[in-house]
């Protein structure tokens, strides 16, 4: 009798069972899986993803996906996929790091053969995964604190996104200097600003890029506010407003 495999290791399992195809995959699918090969289509409107047990079959369904959409009858899919085949892969090393994989290296799956800088330093950035969800962690009306700056910020919203076609999520808040507003509602687009690809550990907010992403967190929370609050009341330290 043979051990149950794992479905958290794509590349145990037999190409058959392992290989997954979505438009996009969920999130959950891909939070899930702590190794394999995450394949994105780079068409600009395309969200073809795939999981893959290695590059070279990752490799190959880009290439499928970018024959079956030129042949495809929707003239805008077609459009889309004209030129350049482009394409992102995105090795998942462990439930914790992935790796971004240089596509125009021919030696794909040989560790030795990959792009490599002057040093002799592999060209391709180590960066964590989420371990959480960052909408559980924060959310509109919350007070956030950015280092270095030190100053309450109010968050408008909390939207999901992807980077590396890996689960992240953008945080949306109104500056400090902008809380003569109303409400959250009465900010317009030259009144927010965004935290882009932040990820979620141990109860912390952290973007996923940089030379050391995890050494700092994006923001801390410092409070909650109704989500109706009157803005200026923290502009003159009044706190939570009506309380
Ligand atoms: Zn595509």
């Known amino acids: 009798m043979s051990e149950p495999l794992s479905s958290k290791h794509i590349g145990d399992r037999l190409e058959s069972e392992?290989?997954?195809?979505?438009?996009?995959?969920?999130?959950?699918?891909?939070?899930?899986?702590?190794?394999?090969i995450l394949a994105?289509?780079?068409?600009?409107?395309?969200?073809?993803?795939g999981l893959f047990p290695n590059s070279e079959l990752a490799k190959q369904a880009v290439e499928t996906h970018y024959d079956h959409a030129l042949e495809d009858a929707d003239s805008r899919t077609r459009?889309?996929?004209?030129?350049?085949?482009?394409?992102?892969?995105?090795?998942?090393?462990?439930?914790e790091t992935a790796q971004q994989l240089d596509t125009s290296n021919p030696g794909l799956g040989t560790p030795g053969w990959r792009s490599k800088d002057q040093t002799g330093s592999v060209r391709e950035p180590v960066f964590p995964r989420t371990?959480?969800?960052?909408?559980?962690?924060?959310g509109r009306g919350d007070v956030i604190e950015r280092a270095p700056y030190h100053q309450n910020e109010i968050?408008?919203?909390?939207?999901?996104?992807?980077?590396?076609?890996l689960p992240t999520w953008t945080v949306v808040f109104v500056a400090h200097n902008r809380h003569e507003l109303e409400t959250l509602d009465d900010a317009t687009v030259d009144d927010l600003h965004y935290i882009n690809e932040c990820i979620a550990r141990d109860g912390k907010v952290y973007e996923r890029y940089g030379e050391d992403p995890l050494n700092n967190p994006a923001f801390d929370v410092?409070?909650?506010?109704?989500?109706?609050?009157?803005?200026?009341?923290?502009?003159?330290?009044g706190g939570r407003g009506a309380e």
């Open 18 to 36: 392992v290989i997954q195809v979505g438009r996009p995959l969920p999130r959950e699918t891909i939070r899930a899986t702590e190794s394999g």
């Open 40 to 49: 994105n289509c780079s068409a600009s409107h395309c969200n073809w993803q």
């Open 222 to 237: 410092v409070g909650g506010a109704e989500h109706q609050a009157h803005l200026h009341a923290f502009a003159t330290g």
């Open 79 to 95: 459009a889309i996929h004209m030129g350049s085949r482009t394409y992102q892969l995105t090795a998942l090393l462990d439930a």
């Open 155 to 165: 968050v408008k919203r909390v939207s999901q996104t992807r980077s590396a076609g």
């Open 131 to 138: 371990t959480g969800s960052v909408d559980e962690l924060v």
